[in-house]
């Protein structure tokens, strides 16, 4: 759900070169091809730019592409022009100068789907529904009009419902929220049942319902100092230092660490995106982000049915990124990346500490202690890249965390301001609970989709279901113990269309279909899914169609330009079938192939009154670890940790490699 935005910072365009085909978009280029659309006529006075965003190289581009050679740079935008809803997708070559290609968005006839949201649009959204007589008639019949002038009127996607006012147009939602003054947090205070359903393009109020006369809440819902008391003063500082520095360097859009080396990209979509992922100079990913995820919510009143929020889709996660700070959403030596978007206009807009990077002690990485008394133990450490966006009530964190074992791990944290309905005090609902007195929270899930472009020692990838599996009793167990595990072979786009199954440990492996191990089996990473719910809709629901994604923990497609999107290109409004249920319709072969993993992860969430007035971080993720991608552990050479404390030399024991230490003994 989107509030209004915080303001980003417009910035003049300096001259600058790209050193690399992956690296993010620069604000001169973003300048560029604004100049180029607009020398082109297609940037008039009524055109906004919903979604502008790199045209990435083509892997058969890098491939031919040598360090110090010429770089064709490109964007994409979606171009809208207000006043009439037609929407073009536009390429741009910023080095050629000139327009590649245009195209009409297909949004006025089926399947439709509208482009991104505009910043501009929350604030007319508002607006239109304050100046409505019918909206004004509702509040004050309810006995609201002393509220109008600090009403908030949140600005909604409008999932699909069919209707016939509604198919092919521009439209948005609005729910009614009150304040008591201009710092009070809206959303405690729902004026439940309250809709307003706004066409943009005509600036207008198609209609308004008035369901109910639920009262308002009036405890507050404010989570600032000033109101909930001063802080405690129990917690003791932790200070993070390095003082030699940190392990990581950075050089552009290539970072460093141990045996890690990536490209670090972002675009306004997407937010955090990654490329050409090794481990020891061996390729694991060539590409690697969240694209999208879906909160659809379960509660069937007349202001909630319809919620679906795309919010990489629909919002875009990289344009509504935060500005990181120091102590506060990163913790010790840090380096951060700026980010670069267009705004409305296509004007470049920089987004300050979009990207942190630090490392993290994550407590033992091995240990031992042998016969002798011995004890060798190191100490883990993990590389993160974050960024965080907040997308109206809800803020997500993005966290990438590379481990010295080979291993990642990919998390998202959820927190913010639940979605509040009102209520009668006491009185349960089937759909939601009671957080505050009269405050509801609806049930509703938040689910992710990972898009990893595998690349295990190469291209040319299998992959493989790994189930344990138990062995019956009889000759071949004759005491019952035994167990085993089974190897599936997934060949095709719809073979690899799976379900996650705890009961059985199930992991999906990547192996290289040309390079083998030491005692020669296939190098390979597992993915290793942490437990999902997939959709709670009902398979024959709208939302089941648009976000068919997370009907299925795991899609593989064959890889093919263009392919980002789980949710297809335009997911708001739009009726379903796009993105994976099309990228996959042709069952294309996988075995063997250059082709890209899909998981969906997420959270089922059950909201508790320990969420209010701010939802404690909730977690979820998963992990992509070598399975005989090394010969041995790679982390062997890992040096004692320097706060290891010297003990008497006669004592045994110690932290590794002879030294007299005792490590916590």
């Not at 609005?174 to 205070?189: G, K, M, N, V, Y």
């Not at 990438?400 to 944290?413: C, M, N, R």
């Not at 796009?578 to 998981?599: C, K, M, Q």
Request: proline residues 8%; aromatic residues 10%; glycine residues 10%.
């Amino acid at each position: 759900m989107m509030s209004h935005p915080a303001p980003l910072t417009l910035i003049e365009a300096p001259h600058a070169l790209a050193g690399h085909p992956l690296d993010p978009l620069r604000p001169d280029e973003i300048a560029a091809a604004r100049s180029i659309l607009a020398e082109a006529g297609l940037m008039g006075e009524n055109v906004r730019v919903p979604m502008l965003l790199p045209n990435e190289a083509t892997k058969a581009e890098l491939v031919g592409w040598n360090p110090g050679s010429p770089i064709d740079r490109r964007v994409e935008a979606t171009l809208l022009d207000v006043t009439t809803g037609i929407a073009t997708e536009v390429v741009v070559s910023v080095t050629r100068g000139e327009v590649l290609s245009a195209e009409r968005v297909p949004n006025d006839r089926p399947p439709y789907g509208q482009p991104q949201y505009l910043f501009e649009e929350y604030e007319r959204a508002e607006a239109i529904a304050k100046a409505s007589p019918e909206w004004q008639t509702a509040m004050r019949r309810r006995g609201l009009g002393d509220s109008i002038d600090l009403a908030f009127c949140s600005p909604l996607a409008p999932g699909y419902t069919g209707r016939a006012d509604e198919v092919g147009r521009r439209v948005i939602r609005s729910l009614t929220f009150l304040r008591h003054d201009e710092t009070d947090s809206p959303w405690a205070h729902p004026v439940d049942g309250l809709i307003v359903h706004i066409d943009l393009t005509q600036n207008r109020v198609i209609r308004v319902e008035d369901a109910g006369d639920v009262p308002v809440p009036a405890g507050h819902g404010n989570y600032y100092p000033e109101v909930q008391g001063a802080a405690r003063t129990s917690l003791k500082p932790i200070e993070i230092i390095q003082p030699e520095g940190p392990s990581f360097t950075v050089s552009g859009s290539l970072v460093e660490w141990e045996n890690w080396t990536m490209r670090v990209g972002f675009n306004a979509r997407e937010g955090l995106v990654l490329h050409d992922v090794s481990f020891d100079g061996r390729s694991v990913l060539s590409r690697a982000s969240v694209p999208e995820m879906v909160v659809p919510y379960g509660d069937t009143a007349p202001g909630r049915f319809w919620i679906s929020y795309f919010d990489a889709g629909e919002y875009l996660l990289g344009k509504n990124a935060n500005h990181l700070e120091l102590g506060c959403d990163c913790l010790g030596v840090i380096r951060y990346l700026d980010g670069y978007v267009a705004d409305d206009h296509g004007h470049p807009v920089r987004i300050p500490n979009a990207i942190c990077m630090h490392e993290e002690d994550y407590g033992i990485l091995w240990k031992h202690t042998d016969l002798s008394g011995r004890s060798d133990v190191r100490r883990s450490r993990r590389f993160v890249i974050s960024y965080f966006s907040t997308i109206g009530n809800y803020d997500y964190g993005f966290y990438w965390h590379f481990y010295l074992d080979g291993s990642i791990e990919v998390v998202a944290k959820a927190t913010g301001v639940v979605f509040a309905a009102a209520g009668e005090p006491g009185v349960p609902q089937p759909h939601a609970t009671e957080m505050a007195p009269g405050v509801f929270a609806p049930v509703h899930q938040h689910l992710f989709s990972a898009r990893l472009d595998v690349a295990i020692d190469g291209e040319d990838n299998r992959l493989v279901e790994v189930d344990a599996q138990r062995v019956p009793m009889g000759p071949d167990n004759p005491f019952g113990n035994a167990f085993t595990w089974s190897e599936t072979t997934l060949r095709t786009e719809t073979e690899a269309q799976r379900e996650a199954d705890a009961t059985v440990a199930r992991v999906w492996e990547v192996q290289s279909a040309s390079r083998t191990n030491h005692v020669g089996r296939p190098t390979a990473y597992r993915l290793v899914p942490e437990p999902t719910a997939l959709l709670m809709a009902d398979p024959a629901s709208s939302v089941a169609a648009r976000a068919a994604f997370a009907t299925k923990h795991l899609w593989a497609t064959a890889h093919e330009e263009g392919q980002l999107w789980p949710a297809g290109r335009y997911p708001n409004a739009h009726q379903g079938g796009s993105g994976l249920p099309e990228y996959a319709a042709g069952d294309r072969a996988i075995d063997g192939e250059d082709f890209v993993l899909w998981h969906t992860f997420g959270l089922t969430h059950f909201p508790r009154p320990e969420d209010w007035p701010v939802m404690p971080v909730d977690y979820a993720g998963f992990w992509f670890k070598p399975h005989g991608f090394l010969d041995q552990n790679p982390a062997m050479d890992v040096p004692v940790a320097s706060q290891a404390h010297a003990a008497p030399a006669a004592e045994k024991g110690g932290c590794g490699g002879g030294d007299a230490c005792r490590c916590g003994h």
